[in-house]
């Protein structure tokens, strides 16, 4: 029996973990791949205060990481397949066992949203990816799409040029989202072509990607555009599926909770991207998780 375990092992379930075994808690952490979480797939993170040069996601993760540990934190590495509750402790079902807490913290995150259209699933990993860190090098001179217009597209862009010899932002309108020196870096890359007012109708190929075929929303003119890649960063879908009978989910799915990350379902707190909150970074993240341990101390302390 735990006091606290802890589903996710992102900035804000590692901070979770840290703050919670600083607090002498018994605290275990669950955690189905590496840690890091989406973080963890960005080249450089460049606005987390204390870190004047920008440090690499995966570094940022494994400090995180390292830090908990050394506080006592316990890691399981496993999927977490269910969570229910059983009188006032939650028992969590992994592929290793059944792991019991007295409170719980949800901080499983996001996964990329999917453009939802022909060939993207066919050519996913022979072209289509969501992971420009894990697979822009295998597009060395290639000419690649990235679809978005957020900071996770304007940036990994940026990132694809390192590799690609043409980096084409298709984007639904004629102004972007992303952050406005992220905006800026983009616009002066020569090796960026922008496609306003555009989506992507289809991913086409035979074997491997070949292209795209766009459609522009205004005058509904369908054109194809050769790329051997396409990258979609089209924001993200919350992992909250495991909670979603115990607590309250807003119309997209996101984990409502209250100032102090405690859900609907009092001893289930939430941190992080799975949460409905304006502003998914990794500094929210870590205050988040912050918070939900110390809410989770609170309330077992009754
Ligand atoms: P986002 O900010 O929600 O942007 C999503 C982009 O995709 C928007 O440009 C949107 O177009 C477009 N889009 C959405 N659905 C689409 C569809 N079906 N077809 C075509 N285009 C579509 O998502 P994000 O860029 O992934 O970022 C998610 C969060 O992480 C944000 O809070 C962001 O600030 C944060 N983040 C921050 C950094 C950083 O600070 N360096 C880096 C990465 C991510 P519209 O603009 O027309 O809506």
Known sequence: MYDVV??????????????????????????????????????FIENYPGF???????????RMEEQARRFGLEFLYAHAEAVQKDGPNFLVTTEEGQVAGRALIIATGAHPQKL?????????????????????????????????????AIEEAIFLTKFAQQVYVIHRRDQLRATKVIQERARQNPRITFIWNSVVEEILGQEAVSGVRLKDVRTGELKELNVSGVFVYIGYRPNSSLVKDLVNLDEQGYIITDAHMQTSCPGIFAAGDVRQKPL?????????????????EKYLEG
């Not at 607090?23 to 973080?39: D, F, N, S, Y």
């Not at 894990?134 to 996770?152: I, L, Q, T």
């Not at 870590?286 to 918070?291: E, P």
Request: with cysteine; proline share 3%; net charge neutral.
């Open 6 to 43: 802890i589903i996710g092992g992102g900035p804000a379930g590692l901070t979770a973990g840290i703050y919670a075994a600083r607090a002498r808690l018994k605290t275990l952490l669950i955690e189905r791949a590496m840690v890091g979480g989406l973080a963890a797939t960005t080249e």
């Open 52 to 62: 004047s040069e920008p440090i690499s996601g995966p570094e940022l993760a494994s």
């Open 116 to 152: 939802n259209v022909k060939g993207e699933d066919l050519f996913y990993g022979r072209g289509v990816s969501y992971c420009a860190t894990c697979d822009g090098a295998f597009f060395k001179d290639k000419r690649v799409a990235v679809v978005g217009g957020g900071d996770a």
């Open 280 to 296: 998914r970074q990794v500094v929210t993240a870590v205050a988040d998780g912050a918070i939900a341990a110390f809410s989770a």
